[in-house]
């Protein structure tokens, strides 16, 4: 079973508009971390969230990139404005529950397509 | 120097081959090390693990190299179904840093 699911699966949106996509954990989570997958390149870490706030973030994650968990649940990456270039797979991860280890799964994505 | 480096291939191997692949990575304090598998406009999947005194999970053995900075994969006996990218993960202080990856292409 995953330890997250991921809404919607395909988003396609014009460019300018905003995005956003969300991540549903099964489980009580308090580290989250977004990445996104360009077509054809390797996946890149986008932000980390630690008990409601952000707790490191990359250069990728620019002023238009913003993350909340609205209702202490769901997770929420937004994209206020969008380019061209954002069109990619995004991935949310958790690390498993219980278990000492450094890992991180992996919910479905969300492929966004920017016209 | 990229963080985690692999090489693409693609390598295409008969179903039954042992194949093997590399990684290297650029940060001497990273402490913790993956291989994952992608299969196609997929989410990574975590395969194993990788430990220093190695570590083998069926047909699957991983090795690390501190003192070189590499780590492989050697997958024995392959399967169509290996058919894949495998990734070469490590975590950097919480978040995963990952290579581009090496696409197995397994044929009948």
């Known amino acids: 079973e995953p330890e997250v699911t991921q809404t919607p699966s395909h988003q396609v949106t014009q460019m300018g508009q905003e995005v956003i996509l969300r991540c549903v954990p099964i489980?009580?989570?308090?580290?989250f971390y977004w990445y996104r997958q360009i077509l054809g390149q390797k996946v890149e870490f986008l932000v980390s969230?630690?008990?409601?706030?952000?707790?490191?973030k990359s250069e990728i994650f620019d002023d238009q990139f913003s993350v909340e968990r609205p209702d202490g649940s769901n997770f929420t990456l937004k994209i206020r404005s969008t380019k061209l270039e954002d069109s990619a797979m995004y991935f949310c991860?958790?690390?498993?529950?219980?278990?000492?280890?450094?890992?991180?799964?992996f919910g479905p994505g969300t492929r966004l397509t920017v016209l | 120097r990229k963080e985690v480096e692999q090489d693409p291939g693609p390598f295409n191997v008969p179903e039954g081959a042992t194949v093997a692949f590399n990684c290297t990575y650029s940060?001497?304090?990273?402490?913790?090390f993956f291989w994952y598998r992608q299969d196609c406009r997929k989410e990574p999947k975590l395969l194993m693990s990788?430990?220093?005194s190695g570590n083998e999970d069926g047909r699957f053995t991983a090795q690390l190299n501190r003192a070189s900075q590499y780590i492989s994969l050697l997958i024995r006996d392959s399967k169509l179904s290996d058919s894949a990218t495998y990734l070469c993960?490590?975590?950097?202080?919480?978040?995963?840093?990952f290579g581009q990856g090496t696409t197995l292409q397994v044929k009948p």
């Open positions: 993960v490590v975590n950097d202080i919480g978040k995963l840093i």
């Open positions: 489980s009580n989570h308090l580290y």
């Open positions: 969230f630690y008990n409601n706030e952000i707790s490191e």
């Open positions: 940060n001497s304090a990273s402490q913790s």
């Open positions: 991860a958790v690390p498993p529950k219980g278990v000492g280890t450094d890992t991180q799964y």
């Open positions: 990788v430990y220093s």
